[in-house]
């Protein structure tokens, strides 16, 4: 079983949709957790942290659940600039991030 | 912001030949760096971490002889790739952060594109 595992999609999605991610994580000894967004070929880039009492970044939400270790990221009003691919990421130990394989969001006119 | 530099930023070598890449850290101090491989439609995958003046720990299944890496300075460090075959053709990618940052902290170079023909 994969450490981190989320859906690889695509999303495919118009312009001001809502779409939301899900990512679930297998080490519940997991301390940190974060949303990474990829462009293609480019390197990773944080897009936020994600806490237990769940935290928002303008139109991103990030939710966690410790019970069920999952995690979620919901993106409001969808802007053609969010295409991308949305990285699930997990740190247990150390200064070790544990990387999803990434969700694909393709945003259309 | 911080910023992580890659050399170079794609490379096409011959299957045998070494190939050295360049992370440099250029307006902090980097303590640590940390070297990932991400083949297509994969995740990045954790290959070593580098601590300045010590040597690299590699992550299970990644061969130290093959991937050699120097963390010779606080803002240079260098990923070798010795007798390259195709499979070894991936998105090389490092990372670093300075001393007491998070783990979040981790600036990320831009990558390098290596092809093995």
């Known amino acids: 079983r994969k450490e981190v595992e989320q859906d690889p999609g695509p999303f495919n999605v118009p312009e001001g949709a809502t779409v939301a991610f899900n990512c679930t994580y297998s080490n519940s000894a997991s301390q940190s957790f974060f949303w990474y967004r990829q462009d293609c070929r480019k390197e990773p880039k944080l897009l936020m942290s994600v806490y237990s009492s769940g935290n928002e970044d303008g139109r991103f939400t990030a939710q966690l659940n410790r019970a069920s270790q999952y995690i979620s990221l919901l993106i409001r009003d969808s802007k053609l600039s969010d295409s991308a691919t949305y990285l699930c990421?997990?740190?247990?130990?150390?200064?070790?991030?544990?990387f999803g394989s990434g969700t694909r969001l393709l945003v259309r006119p | 912001g911080a910023v992580v530099s890659q050399h170079p930023s794609w490379v096409i070598c011959k299957s045998g030949t070494s190939v050295k890449i360049e992370c440099r850290s250029l307006d902090f101090q980097a303590t640590t760096m940390f070297w990932y491989r991400q083949f297509p439609k994969q995740s990045l995958m954790l290959m070593a971490t580098?601590?300045?003046?010590?040597?690299?720990?590699?992550e299970q299944g990644v061969e130290k002889d093959k991937f050699l890496i120097n963390h010779a300075s606080l803002t240079l460090s260098t990923l070798t790739v010795t007798s390259a075959h195709p499979e070894d053709s991936s998105f090389y990618i490092c990372?670093?952060?300075?001393?007491?940052?998070?783990?979040?902290?981790?600036?990320f170079g831009p990558g390098t594109r290596l092809t093995v023909t």
């Open positions: 990421v997990v740190n247990y130990s150390s200064y070790k991030l544990i």
């Open positions: 990372s670093a952060i300075s001393m007491g940052q998070g783990p979040y902290e981790q600036y």
């Open positions: 580098s601590n300045e003046g010590s040597k690299a720990t590699y």
